[in-house]
């Protein structure tokens, strides 16, 4: 997938994704994802994926055990 291979691009699109579709964005990635998948376009699948994982971490309320207050 064009434009998504770097961790910018990727963080960029979640940020546009939860901006426009709020707590329903990790679900367009997934669709998304799964789409380019039955497509067999596992590059595709893949950054939608990273995606997908990167709307998770905005959306996140909750701290991870261990995890530091920044």
Excluded: C
């Excluded at 997938?1 to 939860?18: F, K, T, Y």
């Excluded at 990167?54 to 309320?61: H, K, Q, V, Y």
């Amino acid at each position: 997938m064009p434009g998504m291979n770097s961790d910018r691009e990727v963080w960029r699109m979640a940020n546009i994704l939860v901006q426009w579709y709020g707590q329903h964005a990790a679900t367009i990635a997934m669709k998304h994802a799964n789409t380019l998948l039955k497509s067999n376009d596992i590059k595709g699948h893949r950054a939608w994926m990273r995606v997908f994982n990167a709307i998770s971490e905005l959306l996140r309320t909750e701290r991870r055990p261990g995890e530091a207050l920044s």
